[in-house]
């Protein structure tokens, strides 16, 4: 950026001040200033343009009766053919709407349990207490899926601590709450939220923390319990940021979590818990059907840009938020 200062006489006196005048460098001369910089970038643009936009040449396949010993080349094309039996098959349209269901089921409680314990925690005003809590609930956020599902395969197996307790103390019978259609998607919700909620609830406890103690002097100077603060001073502060946090969270709204579902479902509960993602894996992958696939995982794709787009919009409209 360059500055050019001039002199101007500033109206109704003889002063004169100097005016900043900036200009962007021309792109050739950003380059040769600052090549060194470009040239530590090239291996990560390289890596994504490689593994990141390569790939999508892939996309082809959802317009074809795509073969693999034919080729991207070979195979007959089909146009929409793909696109529409996904709108046919039942499992197809069952594997959308359970997508929805569980999406918009970890959104909801994923919102609302990070803000309820934020509050809480905030109440606390033992400094010991308040940060071991914190960590026993941020701690499940590391652990793979492979892991929590290992353990909850343990605990709400039919020989599990859980179907213990039901049978030896209260002497019912076991529930296979992992091969039950019925309880299938709220066990899923249920362990998402313990695994997750703790990492949510960092940015709700930052905006507390940010929030200008005065405030709840001048509430406490008026009379204010602390369950009216909470209500008239906390919340109000925190509603900016709930409001970009949900906006932001319809670009998820099609993503249900692939790895939970994969390592957890089993073809008892394909009725309940088959989403987007696992039956993408099955048609292609393990079917061959790979035009189909791709069309289907396509098709998701652009749903989700196209929220994602809005939400980004709404968070901009309603909070004030934007990345550029």
């Known amino acids: 950026m360059t500055i ?4 101007q006489p500033v109206p109704g006196t003889t002063k004169k001040v100097r005016s900043v005048r900036s200009s962007k460098k021309p792109w050739s001369k950003e380059i040769r200033a600052s090549w060194p910089l470009y040239l530590m970038c090239l291996p990560a643009l390289v ?26 080349t070979g195979s007959s094309w089909i146009g929409l053919d793909n696109f529409r039996r996904i709108f046919q098959y039942e499992e197809a349209s069952q594997a959308i709407y359970n997508t929805l269901i569980i999406a918009v089921s970890k959104i909801s409680v994923g919102i609302v349990v990070p803000i309820v314990t ?20 941020y701690l499940p956020h590391f652990l793979s899926w492979v892991t929590v599902a290992g353990m909850m395969i343990d605990i709400l197996g039919l020989e599990g601590g859980i179907n213990h307790i039901l049978t030896s103390v209260l002497g019912t ?19 998402d ?33 602390r369950r009216q603060q909470i209500r008239h001073v906390t919340l109000p502060s925190m509603l900016p940021m709930i409001i970009v946090i949900a906006t932001l969270s319809l670009g998820g709204i099609l993503d249900a979590g692939f790895d939970q579902i994969f390592n957890l479902y089993n ?35 652009v749903i ?21």
């Open 4 to 7: 050019d200062s001039t002199t």
């Open 193 to 225: 939220l313990w695994k997750n909620f703790g990492f949510g609830m960092i940015v709700y406890l930052a905006t507390i923390a940010g929030i200008d103690p005065s405030y709840y002097e001048a509430a406490e100077i008026d009379g204010a319990t």
């Open 304 to 324: 989700s840009l196209i929220l994602i787009v809005l939400s980004y919009r709404f968070a901009y409209k309603f909070a004030n938020y934007r990345i550029f």
């Open 173 to 191: 019978e076991p529930i296979y709450f992992l091969g039950d259609p019925s309880l299938f998607r709220p066990t899923v919700v249920l362990s």
């Open 118 to 137: 934020a509050i809480l925690l905030s109440e606390i005003r033992s400094m010991g207490l308040k940060k071991s809590i914190q960590t026993l609930v």
């Open 47 to 72: 890596f994504v343009l490689t593994f990141a936009y390569g790939p999508m040449v892939g996309l082809i396949m959802a317009f074809q009766d795509y073969k693999p010993w034919l080729g991207l």
């Open 267 to 301: 073809p008892l509960v394909y009725s309940t818990g088959d989403i987007i993602d696992t039956y993408v894996y099955r048609s292609s992958l393990l079917n061959g059907q790979y035009g189909f696939g791709t069309a289907v995982g396509l098709f998701k794709s």
